[in-house]
Antibody, heavy 115, light 111 residues
Framework: EVQLVQSGAEVKKPGESLKISCKGSGYSFTNYWIAWVRQMPGKGLEWMGIIYPAHSDARYSPSFQGQVTISADKSINTAYLQWSSLKASDSAMYYC????????WGQGTLVTVSS | QSALTQPRSVSGSPGQSVTISCTGTSSDVGGYNYVSWYQQHPGKAPKLIIYGVSKRPSGVPDRFSGSKSGNTASLTLSGLQAEDEADYYCCSYAGTYTLGVFGGGTKLTVL
């Protein structure tokens, strides 16, 4: 069974760093792109970027380029989304999905940034 | 403002059919046959229900169907059921430098 399991909810202060994870199982992790999607409170979906774990080839949507870093560790079938300095506006639910358009999705990681 | 335009809400009674539209431009919906649709229940992750305009992933009932005409894609749900009540999002490929653009979402209410 294909599964993407994300790390738990996070509460952070502005300016702090954060790295959330997405662990794939039940399929060949290196053969599929992993995408990250943001959903701000009460809002719609936005593709943030994707990574191909076999090569760690990461690509970003223009709105998120330079704002986040996407990485992967193929040895443990895990992809990551990280921020070096969080802002209040980064508060959102973040989903990982297999491939675009995303045939399998993680359960989501809620990130709250508040002073 | 979202790149693709969807109605904010639609409604229908059990057993009826409803159609949700998704209007873009020739640079996205009209230019590629890469329109996908997602169903999202409250507090849950999105679920892919249509890809490639009209293809259904394994396990998605054939009550869900997708189509496209010009710059507008459509999702039709036939034989509405209570569990279809959810938010629905469309998405289209929009060229090399994007991963795709979403619509703003449509809330489906089953009366």
């Amino acid at each position: 069974e294909v599964q993407l399991v994300q790390s738990g909810a996070e509460v952070k202060k502005p300016g702090e760093s954060l790295k959330i994870s997405c662990k794939g199982s039940g399929y060949s992790f290196t053969n599929y792109w992993i995408a990250w999607v943001r959903q701000m409170p009460g809002k719609g979906l936005e593709w943030m970027g994707i990574i191909y774990p076999a090569h760690s080839d990461a690509r970003y949507s223009p709105s998120f380029q330079g704002q986040v870093t996407i990485s992967a560790d193929k040895s443990i079938n895990t992809a990551y989304l990280q921020w070096s300095s969080l802002k209040a506006s980064d508060s959102a639910m973040y989903y990982c999905a297999r491939d675009v358009p995303g045939d399998y999705w993680g359960q989501g990681t809620l990130v709250t940034v508040s002073s | 403002q979202s790149a693709l335009t969807q109605p904010r809400s639609v409604s229908g009674s059990p057993g009826q059919s409803v159609t949700i539209s998704c209007t873009g431009t020739s640079s996205d919906v009209g230019g590629y046959n890469y329109v996908s649709w997602y169903q999202q229940h409250p507090g849950k992750a999105p679920k892919l229900i249509i890809y490639g305009v009209s293809k259904r992933p394994s396990g998605v009932p054939d009550r869900f169907s997708g189509s496209k005409s010009g710059n507008t894609a459509s999702l039709t749900l036939s034989g509405l059921q209570a569990e279809d009540e959810a938010d629905y999002y469309c998405c289209s490929y929009a060229g090399t430098y994007t991963l795709g653009v979403f619509g703003g979402g449509t809330k489906l209410t089953v009366l």
